[in-house]
């Protein structure tokens, strides 16, 4: 008995690994839906990383100004801005992610 509770877990583990398992290739119906919602979230993480490349680079290329045209550090505003991308647009895309996948 002891000798099949050590050779148990080495078998279940060469089984489980017996084909190679990617969220992206489902092998049944629910799991295909997985596999596209995976795809779909690599395309966007791609083409979400090119823009904000872009941006960065257009950023260092396009630099002007100096700090002494700088509006002061303590005027205040712009926290609508914050809570929209901070906390909205991550929330939102949650909800539209659980009623696609």
């Known amino acids: 008995m002891r000798r099949l509770l050590l050779i148990s877990p080495l078998f279940l583990t060469i089984l489980g690994c017996r084909h190679a398992q990617s969220t992206l290739y489902g092998s049944g119906p629910a799991a295909n839906r997985i596999a596209n919602l995976s795809w779909l979230m690599v395309v966007l993480f791609l083409a979400i990383t090119a823009i904000m490349?872009?941006?960065?680079?257009l950023a260092a290329i396009l630099r002007k100004g100096n700090l002494e045209e700088h509006a002061p550090v303590d005027i205040g505003?712009?926290?609508?801005w914050i809570a929209i991308g901070g906390w909205q647009f991550r929330y939102w895309c949650c909800v539209c992610s659980s009623f696609l996948g």
């Open 53 to 57: 490349w872009g941006l960065i680079a």
């Open 77 to 80: 505003g712009g926290q609508g």
